[in-house]
């Protein structure tokens, strides 16, 4: 099996620039890699996923509980790695770098939920995944950590520079606020490597937030 690391973080983390840079490093080391993002946009596979972010089940993250929305994103990645990158994961010459994967919803949906019940939550969600579809479990996986106000302002400059709608959940504050604190129980339960982007509220520089990354990994 190759090897099989993810990036996470809550939106305007950098999670797709870091991603980017991280495959480019690895190939300049002489690696083969393969690159993936969820959810897969623009595929058939994401159309429900798409559905729920553009409000059509309901216009706030709350209206599709934790278990309902992460079985869409469960369809999503199942059908993705069946139809176009299993072979890569099977590949033991391949690294596969992913932008957000089941690890996204062990902290998404987790803020849906009263507390008592995320224990509960965590680990039906990777039986589910892992065990019962039989996705690849991560070998790696590393949060992006960044103060919200600084991650949602570049969420709002990204939206006026490029004309993107935010979807439901960039548009909640509060819940966004609410998955901060879900990421950080995730990355301690499951052994995560959380890198600080913006220690003592300043932006680190994106070249040294990915030589962290880099140190993170092995």
């Excluded at 709608?165 to 950080?184: N, P, T």
Aim: charge should be negative; glycine fraction near 10%.
């Amino acid at each position: 099996m190759g090897r099989f690391i993810v990036i996470e973080g809550l939106d305007g983390s950098g999670k797709t620039t870091q991603g980017r840079l991280l495959s480019e490093r690895l190939r300049s080391e002489g690696k083969r890699v393969r690159e993936l993002s969820f959810p897969s946009y623009g595929e058939k596979s994401a159309v429900l996923v798409e559905m729920y972010l553009g409000g059509e089940l309901g216009s706030s993250p709350s209206d599709t509980n934790g278990y309902a929305a992460s079985m869409l994103y469960a369809a999503d990645r199942y059908v993705s790695y069946v139809t176009d990158w299993k072979k890569d994961i099977e590949d033991g010459d391949c690294t596969v770098v992913a932008t957000r994967y089941t690890t996204a919803n062990a902290y998404h949906q987790l803020s849906k939920l009263p507390r008592e019940e995320w224990d509960g939550f965590f680990g039906w969600l990777y039986d589910f995944e892992f065990g019962k579809l039989g996705l690849p479990r991560p070998d790696c996986v590393v949060l992006l950590s960044m103060n919200q106000d600084i991650s949602s302002g570049k969420v709002r400059e990204r939206s006026a520079e490029t004309g993107q709608k935010m979807d439901i959940h960039e548009k909640d504050r509060g819940y966004l606020l609410r998955c901060a604190e879900a990421a950080h129980y995730a990355a301690e339960k499951d052994g995560w490597h959380v890198i600080e982007c913006a220690p003592e509220g300043e932006l680190l520089p994106i070249e040294e937030i990915n030589d962290k990354i880099r140190a993170a990994i092995g």
